[in-house]
């Protein structure tokens, strides 16, 4: 990944599933959930953020990035039964839509949105204008791969070691 590109500092809390309060910094997670690496990032780095989170060192802001890739397009249907409005549920339908990926990851659109439904038991919520907003915004700061994370003047992806990134939280 090019981060020189990329304009972190130009990145936004606005929108995304917000999670934590009143850290002195934000971790700012752009991912799409059919993609194997954010699953990898969100995966590996899951213990740490949530003691990270839970002793009030960051915040978390996760935007479900829809993606124009083929390969990421069923991502981006089932970016939207995610809950936006409550924090704990939506990490929790996160992880089983990362869990479950092997499962919906190659099915056409609709049995994706079916599969949400029924297998998962999610709710489809209205919020597509997030979603716009936030590919506007990652077409302005230049990010074009996912997962791409922003931690103050860090940028990087799912290859981060833990120690490294224990460091930047700690920094």
């Known amino acids: 990944m090019d981060i020189s590109v990329i304009k972190g500092e130009e990145v936004n809390t606005k929108y995304g599933i917000h999670i934590g309060n009143k850290a002195p910094k934000t971790i ?37 990035l829809d993606h124009t890739k083929e390969s990421l397009q069923r991502g981006n249907v089932m970016h939207r039964f995610v809950t936006d409005d409550d924090p704990k549920q939506a990490l929790e339908d996160i992880t089983r839509i990362f869990d479950s ?14 599969y949400a439904r029924n297998e998962l038991g999610l709710t489809e919520h209205s919020h597509l204008d997030i979603a716009e907003e936030i590919v506007e915004e990652t077409q302005r700061v230049n990010i074009t791969l996912v997962p791409t994370v922003i931690l103050g003047d860090y940028i990087f992806d799912e290859n981060i ?5 224990i460091d930047y939280i700690n920094e």
């Open 161 to 165: 070691e833990r120690e490294t990134l």
């Open 28 to 64: 700012v997670e752009f991912i799409n959930l059919r993609c194997p690496f954010c699953k990898q990032w969100f995966t590996e780095s899951k213990d740490t953020l949530e003691k990270a989170v839970a002793d009030g060192k960051v915040n978390r802001v996760i935007k479900l």
């Open 101 to 114: 990926q092997d499962e919906w990851g190659d099915l056409s659109l609709q049995e994706v949105a079916d």
